[in-house]
């Protein structure tokens, strides 16, 4: 059923008793015993480092990626990453351009095929492993099913295990074995006409389009006193409040002050952090809410091209109700334009999701970890989930 993934060490769907501990599946190896060539590309292709600093090279990614990355199950929308997206999260602290991969054909060197990783400490249960997380493997559609897939993901695993790290975690809409965890998608609209237009959602039964958009109307401002952007000082503090509260979950990642300063940052239409500072402690910071942009392409839609979406990315509340921080997140949102609110179902976020009006979406996402099992052959529940992939 899974050629290529029966041959990986990954917990297989088959497996019965595992071990009850955690641990790596694949008996420890080092840097000496992986192969030093790079894996073989049919004639036509070769193998090119990414190099996202330059533009040129950024602008090529991204189309690739526009043209050819993830649909939804009915191919009415694709995600549209923009290259500055691209370069704020695959050029983070750590990364390396070894790590991202591509691949062209040799005679007009066209871009058709890319891979990338790059590092992260993730906590597994107790214990914190060095990993890598994988994303943005595409195929130009033009070259699919000819099991290029499988030599872009060996190619990215040697090369990560040739700087000695042996695990990773990603996450894919599609069934592969095994996830750790399910979670699904919600979605609250901030501009119910545009979703409606363009079939991202419908008019509920019984409902006018006027008492729809009152229905999803939200604050011009913020309402949380004390809310403003993150800034590069905050790091810190950020880094101790996020970690002690990712602390309740069993898969997720921590972050050092470095780590925080890059990817809780403000740079618009990319990614949006905002810190609660005490109004009666200045100087203290209580609570993040954070958010990303990720527009899909609209296909083959007469006015309208893209939708512009905002993904809920990490929160950590300890003196504001998580509910009231995220629908200050969504009003800064919907203030801005966006049309539509995603979120997944993980971390505590089953607590707001029904009061602030989301609605279940028709996509997962399965998260997976590579060389890794959970003892026992456990699976996590959306709740138990502490991570959030790009
Ligand atoms: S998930 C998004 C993945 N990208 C897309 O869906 C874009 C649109 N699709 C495509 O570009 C986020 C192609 O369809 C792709 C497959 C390239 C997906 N993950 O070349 P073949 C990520 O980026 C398996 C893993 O003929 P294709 C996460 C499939 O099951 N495997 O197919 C990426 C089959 O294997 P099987 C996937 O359609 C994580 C084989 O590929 C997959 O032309 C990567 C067929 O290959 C997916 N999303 O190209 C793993 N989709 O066993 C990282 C299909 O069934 C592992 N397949 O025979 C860790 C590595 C690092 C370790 C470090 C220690
Ligand atoms: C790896 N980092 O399917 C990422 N999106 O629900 C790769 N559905 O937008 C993993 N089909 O439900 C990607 N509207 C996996 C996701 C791939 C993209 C995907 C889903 C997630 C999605 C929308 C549009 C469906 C169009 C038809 C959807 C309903 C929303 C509605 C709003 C109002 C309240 C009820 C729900």
């Given at each position: 059923?899974?050629?290529?993934?029966?041959?990986?060490?990954?917990a297989q769907?088959?497996e019965g008793s595992e071990p009850a501990?955690?641990?790596?599946?694949?008996?420890?190896?080092?840097?000496?015993?992986?192969?030093?060539?790079?894996?073989?590309?049919?004639?036509?292709?070769?193998?090119?480092?990414?190099?996202?600093?330059?533009?040129?090279?950024?602008?090529?990614?991204?189309?690739?990626?526009?043209?050819?990355?993830?649909?939804?199950?009915?191919?009415?929308?694709?995600?549209?990453?923009?290259?500055?997206?691209?370069?704020?999260?695959?050029?983070?602290?750590?990364?390396?351009?070894?790590?991202?991969?591509?691949?062209?054909?040799?005679?007009?060197?066209?871009?058709?095929?890319?891979?990338?990783?790059?590092?992260?400490?993730?906590?597994?249960?107790?214990?914190?492993?060095?990993?890598?997380?994988?994303?943005?493997?595409?195929?130009?559609?033009?070259?699919?099913?000819?099991?290029?897939?499988?030599?872009?993901?060996?190619?990215?695993?040697?090369?990560?295990?040739?700087?000695?790290?042996?695990?990773?975690?990603?996450?894919?809409?599609?069934?592969?074995?095994k996830?750790?965890?399910?979670?699904?998608?919600?979605?609250?609209?901030?501009?119910?006409?545009?979703?409606?237009?363009?079939?991202?959602?419908?008019?509920?039964?019984?409902?006018?389009?006027?008492?729809?958009?009152?229905?999803?109307?939200?604050?011009?401002?913020?309402?949380?006193?004390?809310?403003?952007?993150?800034?590069?000082?905050?790091?810190?503090?950020?880094?101790?409040?996020?970690?002690?509260?990712?602390?309740?979950?069993?898969?997720?990642?921590?972050?050092?002050?470095?780590?925080?300063?890059?990817?809780?940052?403000?740079?618009?239409?990319?990614?949006?952090?905002?810190?609660?500072?005490?109004?009666?402690?200045?100087?203290?910071?209580?609570?993040?809410?954070?958010?990303?942009?990720?527009?899909?392409?609209?296909?083959?839609?007469?006015?309208?091209?893209?939708?512009?979406?905002?993904?809920?990315?990490?929160?950590?509340?300890?003196?504001?109700?998580?509910?009231?921080?995220?629908?200050?997140?969504?009003?800064?949102?919907?203030?801005?334009?966006?049309?539509?609110?995603?979120?997944?179902?993980?971390?505590?976020?089953?607590?707001?999701?029904?009061?602030?009006?989301?609605?279940?979406?028709?996509?997962?996402?399965?998260?997976?970890?590579?060389?890794?099992r959970l003892g026992g052959g456990h699976s996590?529940?959306?709740?138990?989930?502490?991570?959030?992939?790009?």
């Amino acid at each position: 059923r899974y050629a290529f993934w029966e041959t990986q060490p990954v917990a297989q769907f088959t497996e019965g008793s595992e071990p009850a501990e955690d641990g790596p599946i694949d008996k420890p190896k080092t840097v000496q015993d992986v192969r030093q060539e790079p894996y073989s590309l049919p004639d036509s292709f070769e193998w090119c480092v990414c190099d996202l600093t330059d533009d040129a090279v950024a602008h090529e990614v991204y189309e690739l990626l526009s043209n050819n990355y993830v649909e939804d199950d009915d191919a009415m929308f694709r995600f549209n990453y923009s290259a500055a997206f691209l370069k704020w999260c695959l050029l983070c602290p750590g990364h390396k351009l070894e790590w991202l991969v591509g691949v062209r054909v040799k005679t007009s060197r066209k871009l058709v095929g890319f891979i990338s990783a790059v590092p992260a400490s993730i906590r597994v249960n107790a214990g914190r492993v060095p990993m890598v997380e994988i994303n943005f493997l595409c195929v130009h559609k033009k070259l699919r099913s000819k099991r290029l897939a499988p030599v872009l993901i060996k190619e990215i695993t040697r090369r990560v295990n040739r700087t000695d790290i042996w695990q990773a975690a990603y996450t894919a809409g599609v069934l592969l074995p095994k996830p750790v965890a399910t979670c699904r998608y919600y979605h609250r609209s901030l501009n119910p006409r545009k979703l409606i237009d363009v079939g991202f959602s419908r008019l509920a039964p019984r409902m006018t389009m006027a008492r729809t958009i009152k229905l999803y109307k939200l604050p011009d401002i913020p309402v949380t006193p004390g809310l403003r952007e993150a800034r590069p000082e905050d790091a810190p503090k950020i880094a101790e409040l996020l970690n002690s509260q990712l602390g309740r979950y069993k898969l997720t990642q921590h972050f050092n002050a470095e780590e925080v300063a890059h990817w809780f940052q403000n740079i618009d239409n990319v990614i949006n952090a905002l810190v609660v500072e005490d109004p009666d402690s200045p100087g203290s910071l209580t609570d993040v809410v954070s958010f990303y942009t990720l527009p899909s392409s609209i296909l083959g839609h007469p006015q309208h091209t893209e939708l512009k979406a905002a993904y809920l990315y990490y929160t950590a509340s300890t003196a504001t109700p998580l509910k009231q921080l995220v629908n200050d997140a969504m009003a800064v949102a919907a203030a801005r334009g966006y049309d539509v609110f995603n979120a997944l179902d993980l971390m505590q976020n089953e607590s707001f999701l029904k009061e602030l009006k989301f609605g279940m979406g028709d996509g997962q996402l399965h998260y997976y970890l590579y060389n890794w099992r959970l003892g026992g052959g456990h699976s996590l529940q959306p709740g138990d989930v502490g991570l959030v992939l790009m």
